[in-house]
């Protein structure tokens, strides 16, 4: 079977810090292997790792030269003669961490980082690292979900069986940063993200979890209220309520959030705690306030005294993934609040530059 020889794909320079993004050429193989799938990609979401990577805020040594990005949303074009899951023309996206296959794997192959990722017109993937997509997406909603919609589906503990009725809060963006109660408020705009949480608003009401979600901007908070029926959403300026974990507590009656998806890091850990039900858990999915522990928290004590739990979430397994797509399919969950702003594959520079910039409220996405 014949299929495209050349691709067109966006890899990392070497650096010096801050590295750029280059367009070149690339080549796919002669002929496919029995269990590959040949996908053309129709778009691509960005995360915050993406453009990390780019200025040299990323815990960790991403491959040089590396195709960027992690998430996709496909279609495929060719399969290996022993493809069994797939047919031509089905709609598809690669997990996050290839080798993410049941949960217990300690080797990482993580697209967009360890290797080449997805921001190229074609890639072959094999079949056991590919999920189905909702077939009722457009592309740019589907791109969202390999990395943030899993992320947001295991922060929530969506796999467990009791989700109805739960408070949620999710830290929409919290550019502000402080030391102490004592220092003035500063505006990082390193720190801002939006699409976890927004993925994890839909989710919410689709599930019967009572969200929480916070922002800097009224306008953005209206617009997260207007996603839900009178009442389903409650909101909170962290600007006008600085001590947020306070208003967090007297809209839930004194009794806490039990989730609350923590992407700040240790400069809000301890709110995070301070917001907590008892018996709650603290999911901790991002590192947008950077790693410094300066102002790392005392999290014993709260934990203790609250029988808490905090957990770590890196995406997860190929198995979270199908799950989500299920739920989505089976609730025809709205995704189109999560894709923010288009941009055409030719200018991925510029979707990268406005990500890194923070004026986006959800995800950015590049379309082919």
């Known amino acids: ?13 070497e650096g010096p810090d801050p590295v750029s993004l280059v367009l070149v050429t690339d080549y796919l193989p002669l002929s496919l292997k029995p269990d590959d799938v040949l996908i053309r990609n129709h778009a691509v979401s960005l ?8 200025h040299g ?3 960790g040594s991403p491959l040089k030269r590396g195709i960027a990005a992690s998430d996709c949303a496909a279609e495929v074009i060719a399969i290996g003669s022993e493809v069994t899951k797939f047919a031509v023309g089905d709609r598809v996206a690669p997990i996050f961490d290839l080798n993410n296959l049941t949960g217990t794997e300690k080797v990482k192959a993580v697209l967009g980082g360890d290797i080449d990722g997805v921001l190229r017109e074609n890639a072959i993937f094999d079949e056991n690292v590919l999920v189905h997509l909702p077939k009722y997406l457009s592309w740019e909603e589907a791109a969202t979900i390999t990395c943030a919609g899993t992320t947001a589906w295991n922060a929530l503990d969506m796999p467990g069986s009791s989700n109805s009725g739960k408070v949620a809060l999710l830290q929409g963006k919290l550019p502000i940063i402080r030391k102490s109660k004592n220092d003035p408020l500063t505006d990082d705009k390193q720190t801002r993200t939006g699409g976890v949480s927004m993925f994890a608003l839909q989710i919410c009401l689709a599930a019967g979890i009572h969200p929480i979600i916070t922002s800097s901007s009224d306008k953005k908070l209206e617009m997260a209220r207007s996603l839900g029926p009178p ?6 300026n962290y600007r006008t309520h600085p001590d947020w974990e306070n208003e967090v507590m007297r809209l839930t009656s004194g009794n806490g959030a039990d989730i609350v998806i923590e992407n700040v ?10 917001s907590l039900a008892n018996k709650g858990t603290v999911s901790l999915i991002g590192f947008l306030g950077g790693f410094e522990t300066q102002h790392q928290p005392e999290t014993v004590v709260p934990l203790l005294m609250k029988t808490a739990k905090m957990q770590g979430i890196f995406v997860g397994s190929i198995i979270d993934q199908r799950k989500l797509c299920d739920f989505l399919e089976e609730r025809q969950v709205d995704l189109s609040p999560i894709v923010d702003q288009i941009f055409p594959f030719t200018t991925s520079n510029d979707a990268f530059d406005y990500l890194y910039t923070a004026q986006h409220q959800s995800k950015v996405v590049i379309k082919f």
Request: aromatic letters at 10%.
């Open 265 to 274: 890091g240790p400069a809000t850990i301890a709110q995070s705690l301070a």
């Open 57 to 59: 805020k990323y815990p």
């Open 47 to 54: 995360n915050y790792r993406d453009v990390a990577m780019l």
């Open 1 to 13: 079977m014949s299929f495209p020889r050349t691709i067109r794909a966006f890899r990392r320079t």
């Open 231 to 236: 009442g389903a959403v409650d909101t909170v």
